[in-house]
């Protein structure tokens, strides 16, 4: 099986590969498994979603249960294994695959920031395959030549490598009329970042996002 065809068959499916490793089961793989790819959604994922039975049935977490299916069609139709980032624990090591990649690095705010969708980076699954599949080179570090406007793009400075993700500043702000740039059209430090603009997020897909995740405040 090649590389190329794998890649054909997620794209079909609103998907994009984000990266991919070679590794065993130090790595997390199953046992006899030699390739993973990370999968995220593609820069037309979202008219392709809003024509899903998910996005129509009104259930909660539509996208999850999208992710679900697609990953599980996919690991069949290649004879993979599929991996999520939600339904655990235990919990798949997402953050450590991404950046074994050589495709997603820390930012200077914190989270992950990959070459071709920068900040807004989302990984929807991973498939593990017994084949040693041939794999891209991976590209250069994106933030290197960039002037980081993440860094002063939050009003409320949420976001530092530093100090890591303050959640509750990021909460309040919300629900402030200051915080509804954020809640309508995504967060202002993920927006700024340049290679953002690759994944494509539109202002409705970012608010579907940003509603669900103001909905995990704390009480």
Known sequence: MSYAAVETLIVQNGLSIYGGFHGDTADGLPEGHQTLLMLGPSPSFWPHFKTTPEFADGTPDPIDRWSNRILTELATQLNATAFLPFGGPPYAPFLTWAIKTGRAWSSPVG?????????MVSYRGALAFRDRLDLPTPPEQPCTPCVKPCLTACPVDALSAEYGYNTEACHAHLRTPAGKTCLTKGC?????????KGANRTAEQSAHHMSYFHRTEPS
């Open 111 to 119: 989270m992950l920031v990959h070459d071709t969708t920068g900040l």
């Open 188 to 196: 202002l430090a993920r927006r700024a970042c340049p290679v953002s």
